[in-house]
């Protein structure tokens, strides 16, 4: 099982903290998974012009590639003004349009608002939705006053992280069999 | 020499065609008839509104093409094949159900027995009244013994019997 967890903001903290956690947790909970973070704080994507994500170079095609590969994603994403920041709509207009299929994906949020709380579900998962990704139905919101100092200080929060890692692997370990079931029926 | 335009599933790049009057190809990767018959059928009414007479301009259809013993085999052998392909060139593979559906007498898809697949391109004459069909076979690493043995068949059974309900048309 292939997990990509990742930061799609560009700049700020707070949605790699978070994410940084949910590694760490994948990490040391699932041992036999093969994580990796991207962080695009790190990475130097060029904007979608309508190619095949194999054609891009560089960065773009790490990035696009990793995520294709996948089992699972786990998303992290901030809100900006009102919505996903356009980082990660980029990301979404690299890939091919069904890129999701057969992958489960979780969001974590970082807002500076609780009155961000339907941007995710009004804006982010329409398009995971369109893309076919398996989206778990909870999401871990956090607000700025959940961190201190570069750090979760909410221990709430690191439970329900520690819940959403743990979701996302049992979904992704059970998808494959409800797959095998339904082509088992094809032919 | 005659330029064909090439055109895939929706209707506007069908309806592009007809406006230049230019003969058109339509790509039918997998999908029911009747979604590639309103392309088929805007290609034509986009010919008329351009001051084209319909009848003048022929429309090719292109699509995958297996015969084996029955549907079922034909859907197991062709599928990694396809899928292998499809993946290289797109990066994503072909959905298994997308492809299962191919077998279905209105699917686009020539996927069966050869009387299966007789059934099929006389159904999708009917529907488009076209003037040429492309088979692509070899694809995704389609081993060469497949693609002979499906020539024959084309050869002996699934082209005379073809012809002979064209002919009288």
């Known amino acids: 099982m292939k997990v990509v967890t990742l930061s ?21 909970k699932f041992t036999e998974i093969e994580v990796e973070m991207i962080d695009l704080r790190e990475k130097d994507l060029v904007f979608s012009d309508g190619r095949n994500y194999l054609e891009y170079t560089g960065d773009t ?14 998303l992290g994403t901030p809100i900006f003004q009102a919505s996903i920041p356009g980082s990660l709509k980029n990301i979404f207009d690299l890939l091919p349009e069904k890129a999701l299929r057969d992958k489960v994906v979780s969001i974590v949020v970082t807002a500076g608002s609780s009155k961000h709380y339907l941007v995710p579900e009004m804006q982010l998962k329409p398009i995971l939705s369109y893309m076919k990704a398996q ?30 890692v743990e979701d996302t692997v049992l979904m992704t370990e059970v998808y494959p069999e409800f797959k095998r079931k339904q082509e088992a029926l094809l032919f | 020499m005659p330029i064909w335009r090439a ?29 590639f018959k309103r392309s088929v059928m805007a290609y ?32 197991r052998e062709f599928y990694p ?12 593979g072909f959905n ?27 159904y999708q004459y009917e529907e488009f009244g076209h003037q040429r069909y492309m088979a692509q076979i070899d694809f995704g690493g389609l081993p060469f013994k497949k693609v002979m043995e499906n020539i024959e068949m084309i050869g002996t059974t699934i082209l005379p019997a073809v012809k002979k309900y064209t002919k009288e048309q």
């Open chain 1, 8 to 28: 799609s903001a560009t700049i700020g903290s707070k949605t790699a903290i978070a994410i940084q956690k949910a590694t760490d947790y994948l990490k040391l």
């Open chain 1, 61 to 74: 095609l790490e990035v696009a590639s990793k995520l294709m590969q996948a089992d699972a994603i786990i």
């Open chain 1, 135 to 164: 989206v778990l139905p909870e999401i871990v919101f956090i607000e700025g006053q959940d961190f201190n100092r570069q750090e979760i200080e909410n221990i709430d929060i690191h439970f329900r992280l520690e819940k959403l």
């Open chain 2, 7 to 35: 055109v895939g599933g929706p209707a506007e790049s069908a309806i592009k065609a007809g406006r230049q009057g230019v003969p058109m190809a339509i790509a039918m990767l997998g999908g029911p008839v009747s979604i």
């Open chain 2, 44 to 75: 034509r009414e986009s010919l008329a509104i351009n001051g084209y007479n319909p009848d003048d301009f022929p429309v090719a259809t292109t699509g995958l093409f297996y015969a084996a013993k029955d549907s079922q085999t034909a859907l």
């Open chain 2, 81 to 92: 094949y396809v899928n292998k392909g499809i993946e290289i060139a797109n990066g994503t």
């Open chain 2, 96 to 122: 298994k159900r997308l492809f299962a559906n191919g077998a279905h007498p209105k699917d686009v898809m020539a996927i069966g027995s050869p009387q299966q697949i007789i059934e099929k391109i006389l």
